[in-house]
C-alpha cells in the first residue's frame, strides 16, 4: 500500500505550525510520529492533503518538573523516551509501564506519548485495506452507512485502544492544547467521547502541546494489559487502578477500562466499594466484580467477546493486588 500525495511542512514554532493548520482547514493533520496517520492514509481512512509535522518542535519534545510538583511532558516525546526517563520511572512508574507494553521497540522509537492519547479508534471492519472495506460497501466510520458490529445503530462502535488513555484518565492528567485562537488545558476524563467516529471532544485546529500528571501526594496506580501476544498487539482489555490511601484507609479510588468501548469507562461502584475502607481482599473482590458487571466489551477486536468480560474481573483483581502491595 502506497501513500496518498500530500504537501509535507515543517514548521518551527507552535505558533507557525497551528498558523498553516488555520488555513489548511479540514485539509490539514498535523503528524508526529506517524504510526497511526500513515497507515490509515494508506488503507484510504484518512487523506489530508496538508500533513504538518511537529515532531522536532523544541516544546514539544521538553520533560520537566518531577513528582513532588507535577510533571509536564511535551506531546512529541517519543514512547522509548517515557519508557527511559528516570523522572518518570521514579516517580510515575505507571506512565513507563503501560508505554512499555505499546507495540514494538522500533515503533516506540517513533511512536509519541501525544500520538498514542489522540489514536484512532479501531475495529476489525474499519482497520483492513481499501479493496477489504470496500467489499463490505464500507461501513459507518469510513465511507459506508451501516455499523457491521450492531447494524441497526446510529452509532459506530469502533473501539478506543491507547494503552495510556486509561492510566490518564485514572490519575488525573490534563492536556494542553494550542491553536490560534489561544491555550487550553482540558482534563483527560473530559477529552474522550464515546463515539467511535467523533472520539475526540478537540477541535480538528487544535495541536496537543502537552501532558501535565498531577504531584504524586500518596496515590499509586497500576495499569494490566491484555493482549494475544506479548509484543505489538494492542489492548482488547485494559485495566488502570488508581488509589490513595491515608491511615491504612482509601481515600480516593478509580477504576478505568480500556479496550472494550469507543471511550474509557469508569467504574465508579469499584470506587465506591473501596473508598473509606481498609484495602483487603474482600474489597478488593468485590470491586473486580463491580468491574465484571459493568464491562460490555464489542466483538469487534480480537478474542471472543463473552472471556473478554470474564477477564475485566481478573485484570482488576490483577491491579489492585499489584496496589495493595505497594500501599
Given at each position: 500500500?502506497?501513500?496518498?500525495?500530500?504537501?509535507?511542512?515543517?514548521?518551527?514554532?507552535?505558533?507557525?505550525?497551528?498558523?498553516?493548520?488555520?488555513?489548511?482547514?479540514?485539509?490539514?493533520?498535523?503528524?508526529?510520529?506517524?504510526?497511526?496517520?500513515?497507515?490509515?492514509?494508506?488503507?484510504?481512512?484518512?487523506?489530508?492533503?496538508?500533513?504538518?509535522?511537529?515532531?522536532?518542535?523544541?516544546?514539544?519534545?521538553?520533560?520537566?518538573?518531577?513528582?513532588?510538583?507535577?510533571?509536564?511532558?511535551?506531546?512529541?516525546?517519543?514512547?522509548?523516551?517515557?519508557?527511559?526517563?528516570?523522572?518518570?520511572?521514579?516517580?510515575?512508574?505507571?506512565?513507563?509501564?503501560?508505554?512499555?507494553?505499546?507495540?514494538?521497540?522500533?515503533?516506540?522509537?517513533?511512536?509519541?506519548?501525544?500520538?498514542?492519547?489522540?489514536?484512532?479508534?479501531?475495529?476489525?471492519?474499519?482497520?483492513q485495506n481499501y479493496e477489504w472495506r470496500k467489499g463490505i460497501n464500507f461501513c459507518l466510520k469510513k465511507d459506508g452507512d451501516v455499523c457491521w458490529v450492531a447494524p441497526g445503530?446510529?452509532?459506530?462502535?469502533?473501539?478506543?485502544?491507547?494503552?495510556?488513555?486509561?492510566?490518564?484518565?485514572?490519575?488525573?492528567?490534563?492536556?494542553?492544547?494550542?491553536?490560534?485562537?489561544?491555550?487550553?488545558?482540558?482534563?483527560?476524563?473530559?477529552?474522550?467521547?464515546?463515539?467511535?467516529?467523533?472520539?475526540?471532544?478537540?477541535?480538528?485546529?487544535?495541536?496537543?502541546?502537552?501532558?501535565?500528571?498531577?504531584?504524586?501526594?500518596?496515590?499509586?496506580?497500576?495499569?494490566?494489559?491484555?493482549?494475544?501476544?506479548?509484543?505489538?498487539?494492542?489492548?482488547?482489555?485494559?485495566?488502570?487502578?488508581?488509589?490513595?490511601?491515608?491511615?491504612?484507609?482509601?481515600?480516593?479510588?478509580?477504576?478505568?477500562?480500556?479496550?472494550?468501548?469507543?471511550?474509557?469507562?469508569?467504574?465508579?461502584?469499584?470506587a465506591t466499594i473501596l473508598v473509606g475502607k481498609p484495602l483487603n481482599a474482600d474489597q478488593i473482590n468485590a470491586a473486580a466484580e463491580a468491574a465484571y458487571i459493568k464491562a460490555r466489551p464489542l466483538d469487534n477486536t480480537d478474542f471472543v467477546y463473552?472471556?473478554?468480560?470474564?477477564?475485566?474481573?481478573?485484570?482488576?483483581?490483577?491491579?489492585?493486588?499489584?496496589?495493595?502491595?505497594?500501599?
Open positions: 500500500m502506497r501513500l496518498p500525495k500530500f504537501d509535507y511542512r515543517t514548521p518551527q514554532t507552535i505558533t507557525e505550525a497551528v498558523k498553516i493548520m488555520a488555513v489548511a482547514g479540514l485539509e490539514g493533520q498535523f503528524v508526529a510520529g506517524g504510526t497511526d496517520l500513515y497507515p490509515n492514509m494508506k488503507r484510504r481512512q484518512q487523506m489530508p492533503k496538508i500533513v504538518i509535522s511537529v515532531m522536532r518542535l523544541q516544546a514539544l519534545n521538553e520533560i520537566t518538573g518531577n513528582g513532588n510538583q507535577g510533571l509536564r511532558i511535551g506531546a512529541s516525546v517519543t514512547l522509548t523516551d517515557v519508557c527511559e526517563n528516570e523522572i518518570i520511572k521514579r516517580d510515575y512508574p505507571v506512565i513507563a509501564h503501560a508505554a512499555r507494553t505499546i507495540s514494538t521497540p522500533l515503533l516506540r522509537n517513533m511512536g509519541t506519548i501525544g500520538g498514542n492519547l489522540l489514536l484512532d479508534t479501531r475495529c476489525n471492519y474499519y482497520d445503530s446510529s452509532k459506530c462502535w469502533a473501539v478506543q485502544s491507547s494503552d495510556l488513555v486509561p492510566v490518564m484518565v485514572a490519575i488525573g492528567a490534563k492536556l494542553r492544547f494550542a491553536s490560534t485562537l489561544g491555550e487550553r488545558v482540558v482534563d483527560a476524563a473530559g477529552l474522550y467521547n464515546d463515539d467511535g467516529i467523533d472520539y475526540l471532544r478537540k477541535r480538528p485546529d487544535e495541536l496537543l502541546v502537552s501532558i501535565e500528571l498531577p504531584p504524586t501526594n500518596g496515590w499509586r496506580a497500576s495499569y494490566q494489559k491484555l493482549r494475544r501476544r506479548g509484543a505489538f498487539d494492542f489492548p482488547v482489555l485494559g485495566v488502570a487502578a488508581y488509589l490513595k490511601q491515608e491511615h491504612d484507609v482509601i481515600t480516593e479510588a478509580k477504576l478505568i477500562l480500556g479496550g472494550i468501548a469507543p471511550a474509557p469507562v469508569e467504574i465508579k461502584e469499584a463473552q472471556w473478554r468480560k470474564q477477564m475485566a474481573k481478573q485484570y482488576t483483581l490483577r491491579a489492585l493486588k499489584e496496589l495493595s502491595d505497594m500501599l
